[in-house]
């Protein structure tokens, strides 16, 4: 039986639309910022926050604190109850290039 849609037209067809919208997706994460939980569940697979504060700020603290030219403002909640600020465009752009150096399997301490 003959297939009713032409495969290699329609992987054309969504390639060059994905092409397309590219550039506009990349410019929208541009300059976001996001806070702790979206961060989790967007790039951590939904890990705890305390787990995202012990295996990445904490484990890359020099790579990823924002002083220090990396993504992340406030990597632990200071005393005056200000949070990290994440900005996204670079953090995921760290997290897919990092993602092997982070111990997935790690347990928090009870």
Known sequence: ?????????LQDLIKS????MRPKLEDELTGRTIKLDEFR???CGGK???WVRTFIFDKFRKEIDYENGGWCINP???????YAIIFEDTAA???KENRHRINWYAKLKN
């Open 17 to 20: 639309t994905f092409l397309e």
């Open 76 to 82: 632990r909640q200071n005393a005056n109850g200000r």
């Open 41 to 43: 569940k967007k790039y």
């Open 93 to 95: 752009k760290w997290m």
């Open 48 to 50: 705890s926050p305390e």
């Open 1 to 9: 039986m003959e297939d009713l849609i032409n495969r290699k037209s």
